[in-house]
């Protein structure tokens, strides 16, 4: 059975960090891109960041630019989301994914796996 887990989410003052991190059991995603989406109330999940298959390349939406940090450890089938400078607009359900061919697409229809999501939320 194919899992993802999100761990590391909670309540955090705005201007704080936290470290979300997606373990993957079941299968090996050494050849899949990994990424993160978000989904706060009464709007459409979206997407936050990806890494490669090789953890060489990253994207990552305009909004978290230069405050979040994606990467990938192949060897143990994880994902962390390093998250800095935390807003009270990141407040969200953070959700992994993983999809075969998805690098380059921020669309949540090019992953295949997803985990349930952990909660983030920022207080002002």
């Known amino acids: 059975q194919v899992q993802l887990v999100e761990t590391g989410g909670g309540l955090v003052q705005a201007g704080g960090s936290l470290r979300l991190s997606c373990a993957a059991s079941?299968?090996?995603?050494?050849?899949?891109?990994m990424g993160w989406f978000r989904q706060a109330p009464g709007k459409e999940r979206e997407f936050v960041a990806a890494?490669?298959?090789?953890?060489?390349?990253?994207d990552y939406a305009d909004s978290v630019r230069g405050r979040f940090t994606i990467s990938r450890d192949i060897v143990r089938n994880t994902v962390v989301l390093q998250m800095n400078s935390l807003k009270p607009e990141d407040t969200a359900i953070y959700y992994c994914?993983?999809?075969?061919?998805?690098?380059?697409?921020?669309?949540?229809?090019?992953?295949?796996?997803w985990g349930q999501g952990t909660q983030v939320t920022v207080s002002s």
């Open positions: 994914a993983a999809g075969a061919n998805a690098f380059g697409s921020r669309r949540s229809n090019a992953f295949d796996y």
């Open positions: 079941g299968r090996t995603f050494s050849r899949h891109a």
């Open positions: 890494v490669s298959w090789t953890g060489s390349n990253t």
